[in-house]
């Protein structure tokens, strides 16, 4: 995924669904990203309510705190687990040393940065990108044990069962 489209999926995931516009190189001089790329409203006030926690430790923070993350940073990598402990998205993190030249090496602020949006954008619902993909399921009361869940399996002696048609669930759906 591109920043943009890991923004934009980061933004949605975080319920930020007035951040609909997207500039190469904000201009406004009252907004934090002034000079980089963000996601910004499309209203009147301009770019100055840029948003881009790539970039901005704020943004990450804000993000990473909105949507109950946990970000692990250890020597060699940023992990960050979910609120029920799955690791969503990890990135490495390379110090300077022996193996590593210094210009190989990785920001660790940056490394947490970007895992923390590629976690927010793992965990935005999905649109079907075309009407093929969209499944519209119904569900009705199942018609053999007609919404309860039971079958009489015996009548003489009043036994029951679960309904095999449902699984005991008293509805099914058309999906």
Do not use: Y
Not at 1 to 29: N, V, Y
């Amino acid at each position: 995924m591109e920043d943009r489209e890991l923004l934009e999926a980061a933004a949605k995931a975080a319920g930020m669904d007035h951040l609909t516009c997207w500039s190469k190189k904000i201009q406004d001089w009252d907004s934090a990203h002034r000079g980089g790329p963000a996601l910004h409203a499309d209203s009147s006030s301009g770019e100055c309510n840029s948003w881009n926690p790539l970039i901005d430790d704020g943004d990450a923070l804000w993000l990473a705190v909105a949507l109950r993350f946990t970000v692990a940073v250890r020597h060699h990598e940023c992990e960050v687990f979910s609120d029920e402990g799955e690791c969503l998205a990890s990135e490495p993190i390379f110090t300077a040393s022996a193996f590593v030249k210094p210009e190989q090496a990785t920001d660790p602020a940056e490394a947490t940065r970007r895992a923390i949006v590629r976690a927010a954008a793992a965990v935005c619902p999905r649109e079907p990108h075309n009407a093929s993909e969209r499944v519209i399921q119904r569900e009705e009361a199942c018609t053999t044990c007609n919404g309860s869940g039971w079958v009489t399996r015996d009548p003489d002696i009043g036994t029951d069962r679960e309904c095999s048609v449902c699984d005991g669930k008293g509805r099914v759906s058309d999906a």
